[in-house]
């Protein structure tokens, strides 16, 4: 038996060292993502870095922080003292098309969270009652899974863009803290926020949508002499 687990690792090592030697990658990499300061709910610069133990697999962190002046559209304005932020991690295998191009998919988790205060506004718990409120403190987060993937087009030796796309599940949480809430019969409906959900509390499973593009700066590349995987 011991023969045997000295074996498979001896094969291992060795299959590990042949794809160094036929298949060029970048061990570490710098990344941002300018489509995401356009995003028009959740803002934010998005950095991240990916790390590659294996020319085939990588494993990618990413955090994003609040940047609302070239959001679309004004959707937001009466969150107050609204803060956020985005955690992003991925597994992803790549797929060597050519020295130039690559093509990548794997999955990703994501944690969203969410913390805002509204004024004079309205509110419905699960009990169906309607309440105004003078002021509620809301809690709205979100995490989830994903299935992405997306083709990345290198220029010179360090620098490429990636353009991505993933769809997965979304869990979303919301939570209030209301402040002077008094019951009423209805909301008119001229004045339903459509497409808040925060109007509510509870937990929903939504779809989870996400695409954009990249840039990137990776350090190490190494250069194969041998042909590209796509024609051995």
Request: aromatic share 18%.
């Given at each position: 038996?011991?023969?045997?687990?000295?074996?498979?690792?001896?094969?291992?090592i060795?299959?590990?060292?042949?794809?160094q030697?036929?298949?060029?990658?970048?061990r570490?990499?710098?990344?941002?993502?300018?489509?995401?300061?356009?995003?028009?709910?959740l803002?934010?610069?998005l950095?991240?870095?990916?790390?590659?133990p294996?020319?085939?697999?990588?494993?990618?962190?990413e955090?994003?922080?609040?940047f609302?002046?070239?959001?679309?559209?004004?959707?937001?304005s009466?969150k107050?003292?609204?803060?956020y932020?985005k955690?992003?991690?991925a597994?992803?295998?790549h797929?060597l098309?050519?020295e130039?191009?690559r093509?990548?998919?794997?999955?990703?988790?994501?944690?969203?969270?969410q913390?805002?205060?509204?004024?004079?506004d309205?509110?419905?718990p699960?009990?169906?009652?309607y309440?105004?409120?003078?002021?509620?403190?809301?809690?709205?987060?979100?995490?989830?899974?994903s299935?992405?993937?997306?083709?990345s087009y290198?220029?010179?030796?360090?620098?490429?863009i990636?353009?991505?796309?993933?769809?997965?599940?979304?869990?979303?949480?919301i939570?209030?803290?209301?402040?002077?809430?008094?019951?009423?019969?209805?909301?008119?409906?001229?004045?339903?926020?459509?497409?808040?959900?925060d109007?509510?509390?509870?937990n929903?499973?939504?779809?989870?949508?996400?695409?954009?593009?990249k840039?990137?700066?990776?350090f190490?590349?190494?250069?194969?002499?041998?042909?590209p995987?796509?024609?051995?």
């Amino acid at each position: 038996m011991k023969k045997y687990y000295l074996t498979l690792a001896a094969c291992l090592i060795s299959a590990l060292a042949i794809c160094q030697q036929t298949e060029p990658f970048n061990r570490f990499s710098l990344k941002i993502t300018p489509t995401s300061v356009f995003n028009p709910n959740l803002a934010c610069i998005l950095t991240g870095v990916e790390f590659q133990p294996h020319p085939r697999l990588g494993i990618q962190l990413e955090y994003g922080f609040k940047f609302q002046p070239l959001s679309l559209f004004n959707w937001h304005s009466d969150k107050h003292d609204w803060h956020y932020q985005k955690l992003k991690m991925a597994l992803r295998w790549h797929f060597l098309k050519a020295e130039e191009v690559r093509l990548f998919a794997g999955f990703e988790g994501f944690y969203f969270p969410q913390r805002y205060f509204k004024t004079d506004d309205y509110f419905q718990p699960e009990n169906g009652v309607y309440y105004q409120y003078d002021k509620s403190v809301i809690n709205k987060n979100s995490w989830g899974l994903s299935l992405s993937s997306g083709v990345s087009y290198c220029f010179g030796k360090h620098f490429f863009i990636e353009i991505y796309g993933g769809l997965g599940v979304k869990f979303l949480s919301i939570r209030h803290q209301l402040t002077n809430a008094v019951a009423i019969d209805g909301v008119p409906f001229n004045e339903w926020s459509f497409g808040e959900k925060d109007t509510r509390q509870g937990n929903w499973v939504l779809p989870y949508l996400d695409c954009g593009l990249k840039i990137g700066y990776a350090f190490g590349q190494i250069r194969s002499s041998g042909k590209p995987f796509s024609e051995n």
